[in-house]
């Protein structure tokens, strides 16, 4: 991102918009917001801090006065599509919880579709994991056939996606999780993993499946974000859906330039 502002083309991220689809963006956090969508979700601000973590690393704006995390393309806008309050909320009929489901992100894919040509949405971060879905999977054509790229992590270890048989909590020789790993697996999507630079663990390759689908991992462990209080916080371990984050900082870098 430096080496584009110093040649002078364009302030890193500008005129690009992200979607995040993900627990929603704490208001707290310095992040430009391009608009917001509660697609299932019930809190009016976000219990969950993934989404908030999501966006510092993608646009996540230096304080003022200088100091804190710095994303890796500020000037890019979020278009914050709340999918979910905490990912393993109670999906019970009273609870006043969201969990990720497929008709929410369902719901959030509709709403990025219909702001596509009014917000300049280029990208859409989508760090979660769900059951297969043949509607999303049409969403997601329908992103690429406007112009937009999708983003989204080949799976951790730690949290198995649905459906996933147990054994592969113990890292079984030759697996391959891309059967399991929704969205990551679908045509046009770019699947993200983590590469264990900069982790403290003697295996971090514990941390994050093997993945077929995989177009390309970046590093995370030790990372800088933001919280939902607006603080500056360290991503300790590698994780999928951060790594996502990074690459589709990087996808706006490049489109603000070219």
């Not at 976000?46 to 690393?57: I, K, Q, R």
């Not at 992103?143 to 054994?167: C, F, I, K, Q, Y």
């Not at 770019?190 to 295996?203: H, I, K, Y």
Request: proline share 8%; net charge negative; hydrophobic share 40%.
């Amino acid at each position: 991102g430096l080496f584009l502002a110093r040649i002078g083309r364009v302030e890193d991220g500008a005129g690009v918009t992200v979607a995040i689809i993900d627990s929603g963006v704490a208001s707290a956090a310095p992040v430009r917001i391009a608009g917001r969508v509660d697609a299932g979700n019930k809190q009016p601000e976000p219990l969950d801090y993934h989404g908030t973590a999501v966006a510092g690393l993608i646009a996540g704006r230096p304080r003022t006065g200088g100091g804190g995390a710095v994303g890796i393309a500020p000037w890019a806008r979020i278009y914050d599509v709340q999918v979910s309050d905490e990912a393993d909320a109670s999906t019970a009929p009273d609870s006043t919880e969201s969990p990720i489901t497929v008709d929410n992100v369902r719901q959030g894919l509709d709403a990025v579709i219909a702001a596509v040509p009014t917000l300049g949405i280029k990208i859409v971060n989508m760090s979660l994991a769900i059951p297969a879905d043949d509607q999303i999977k049409a969403q997601v054509a329908r992103l690429w056939d406007l112009g937009v790229v999708v983003v989204a992590p080949t799976g951790n270890r730690s949290e198995l996606p649905p459906g996933m048989p147990s054994t592969f909590e113990a890292h079984p020789s030759g697996e391959d999780a891309a059967p399991y790993v929704h969205p990551a697996d679908y045509d046009h999507v770019l699947g993200v993993n983590a590469s264990p630079e900069g982790s403290t663990d003697p295996d971090p390759t514990r941390w994050v499946l093997e993945n077929s689908m995989t177009d390309v991992a970046a590093p995370t462990a030790l990372g800088v974000s933001y919280s939902l209080r607006g603080e500056s916080c360290l991503l300790g371990d590698p994780a999928t859906s951060y790594a996502a984050a990074e690459v589709s900082g990087v996808l706006a870098l490049l489109q603000s330039a070219y």
